[in-house]
């Protein structure tokens, strides 16, 4: 499929048995390559935050996908993912699609707490 190749994935991507994790999978790009995905047969485990996106992504493919309702900035984080994942199950793809935006001001202007967050999103890979 040329889209999912021009984002440079090789894998064949007509087998079953792959599996992808895509964070901030609840809205935006993020679910766009969650549908992509299991529209191809891949196994998505899709990161969001709460129940209704969990809910949204499970009823487009009840076995192919899996929610897995966290935070990236969460400090278990990557024990839920764990958790979601079956112990002989491995990625093929990590999507770090998760992300928050600024508010548009100067850095001067901006609050630590704000340059904090945006940090703990952009900045941290707790799930590796």
Known sequence: MGTMRGLGIMHDLTKKDKAVLITGAGKGF?????????????????L?????????????????????????????VGIEVEKALNPSRTLDVLVNNAGIG???????????????????????????
Do not use: Y
């Open 30 to 46: 993020g679910l766009a390559l969650a549908k992509t995905f299991l529209k191809e047969g891949w196994a998505v485990f899709a």
């Open 48 to 76: 969001v935050r709460n129940h209704a996106d969990a809910s949204k992504l499970k009823e487009l493919n009840p076995q192919l996908c899996r929610p897995i309702i966290s935070d990236i900035t969460s400090e278990t």
């Open 102 to 128: 600024g508010r548009g001001k100067s850095i001067e202007t901006t609050s630590a707490a704000e340059i904090e967050s945006l940090l703990n999103v952009h900045g941290e890979w707790k799930i590796l």
